[in-house]
């Protein structure tokens, strides 16, 4: 079954661990936070000390998106931080194949996110170095976006690369009731959702919504 990741970047950070409590009750599974430095994409967000303060009130799995330049500065800090995968942008990497080998040290799981207008080929000297492939489907920087449809293809095209290699396929932005079901179908099997989690008011039935496997008609 898909794994539903709730984006904490459209909580409302004013009540942080309750909108954690909310989605981890209701039934997610992983808790996606969007770091964002205001030079790899223009908005900034959290660090490393959010993540350590939400540590303690949730047993999520804390998959930690970096969109930031040079992410190697910050790995060991978001790992002692409680973070449980750490993915970072192969555009903000001169040297991708030494800062998954760096995350991989610290003992967490390593993801690598693309760029929709990143191709594929540059996963192909590190499949054997990762836990999870980001697909960004929207530009990263923002919630809300619209999902952009060429992302489709590409999530079936790296279906079929990844066969059956243990490594998560992950799918970020503009997921909604409309464009889930789509996504699943292409092959992935962690859905990042903020606006269409965080943004109802029902966060258990949004989450249940994204969960089923039912196609919408
Ligand atoms: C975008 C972030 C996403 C974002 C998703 O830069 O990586 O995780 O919060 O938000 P929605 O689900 O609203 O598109
Ligand atoms: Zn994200």
Known sequence: MVK?????????FSRLAEEVKKVEEGGAHWLHF???????????????????????????FFDVHLMIEKPERY?????????D????SAEACTHLH???????DLGVKVGVALNPATPLSVLEYVLTD??????MSVNPGFGGQKFIPSAL???????????????????????????????KEAGA??????TAIFGETDVVAAIKMLKTEKKLV
Not at 158 to 183: F, M, N, S, Y
Not at 189 to 194: D, K, N, S
């Open 98 to 104: 030494r800062v998954l080998q760096m995350i991989r």
């Open 75 to 83: 790995l060991e800090a978001f790992m002692r931080a409680g973070a």
């Open 34 to 60: 969007d770091v964002m430095d205001g030079h790899f994409v223009p908005n900034i967000t959290i660090g490393p000390q959010v993540v350590s303060s939400l540590r303690s009130q949730s047993s999520l």
């Open 153 to 183: 293809a590409k999530i079936r095209r790296l279906k079929e690369l990844l066969g059956d290699l243990p490594i998560h396929l992950q799918v970020d932005g503009g997921i909604t009731a409309e464009t889930a079901p789509q996504v």
């Open 4 to 12: 539903i990741a709730p984006s904490l970047l459209s909580a409302d």
């Open 189 to 194: 099997t962690v859905l990042v959702a903020g």
């Open 85 to 88: 995968l750490i993915t970072v």
């Open 130 to 135: 990762i836990d999870l492939v980001l697909i």
